[in-house]
């Protein structure tokens, strides 16, 4: 069964770093365009960055992590990465991947969510 594994969370003061990967199992995922979602407590869930399924060095981010965060992805290994620097405090959240066949982004309609891993970020 095809699954989405996050690690890489933790606590950091703000204006550090973290980077988050995505370990996909169960089938390919290169024909997924992947992405990463993040929920701050009492808020909805929202875009963070994705990449396209077809061309890794295509990618999109939210305005508000823009120049900041960077999304790759290793298809050899399965695994997508975010390499998160000069964090805020409002990037406090639990951070989600997520994957999308063959999909636009940021993907519309995942097909499949990792469990989330915790990110805060104190000042």
């Known amino acids: 069964q095809a699954q989405l594994v996050e690690s890489g969370g933790g606590l950091v003061q703000a204006g550090g770093s973290l980077r988050l990967s995505c370990a996909a199992s169960?089938?390919?995922?290169?024909?997924?365009?992947m992405g990463w979602f993040r929920q701050a407590p009492g808020k909805e869930r929202e875009f963070v960055a994705a990449?396209?399924?077809?061309?890794?060095?295509?990618?999109r981010y939210a305005d508000s992590v823009k120049g900041r965060f960077t999304i790759s992805r290793d298809n050899a290994k399965n695994t997508v990465y975010l390499q998160m620097d000069s964090l805020k405090p409002e990037d406090t959240a639990v951070y989600y991947c997520?994957?999308?066949?063959?999909?636009?982004?940021?993907?519309?309609?995942?097909?499949?969510w990792g469990q989330g891993t915790q990110v805060t970020v104190s000042s």
């Open positions: 169960g089938r390919t995922f290169s024909s997924y365009t």
């Open positions: 997520a994957a999308q066949y063959q999909s636009i982004m940021p993907p519309p309609a995942p097909d499949y």
């Open positions: 990449v396209l399924w077809w061309r890794s060095d295509m990618t």
